[in-house]
Nanobody, 119 residues
Framework: QVQLVESGGGLVQAGGSLRLSCTISRSISEFNVVGWYRQAPGNPREPVAIIRTGISVDYDSAVKGRFTVSRDNAKNTVYLQMNRLKPEDTAVYYC?????????????WGQGTQVTVSS
């Protein structure tokens, strides 16, 4: 069973920064698609930042230039650095790791971490 443990969420004022971490219980190098999604109340879960190994790094247009996704294979961890946060970034953030090609047989989610940005 694969475990994903997220940390780093919290309450921050607009304009501030947070860094989310997601550590996985197995080698992260096995996963070719890693990234972060978020879900605000009443909204569906949506992608925020996705690394497709050897292909692309994609960001939602609302966060491009403010957020940076990265992975550290040695630490089996994915990060999301969030700068210049806005109240509309308030959501539960989920890390996601996939292996293979669509439809992904191996598709894992973190437990979610709350990010609240006050105005």
């Amino acid at each position: 069973q694969v475990q994903l443990v997220e940390s780093g969420g919290g309450l921050v004022q607009a304009g501030g920064s947070l860094r989310l971490s997601c550590t996985i219980s197995r080698s992260i190098s096995e996963f070719n698609v890693v990234g972060w999604y978020r879900q605000a109340p009443g909204n569906p879960r949506e992608p925020v930042a996705i690394i497709r190994t050897g292909i692309s790094v994609d960001y939602d247009s609302a966060v491009k230039g403010r957020f940076t996704v990265s992975r550290d294979n040695a630490k089996n961890t994915v990060y999301l650095q969030m700068n210049r946060l806005k109240p509309e970034d308030t959501a539960v953030y989920y890390c996601n790791l996939k292996m293979g090609n669509p439809p992904y047989k191996y598709n894992y989610w973190g437990q979610g971490t709350q990010v609240t940005v006050s105005s």
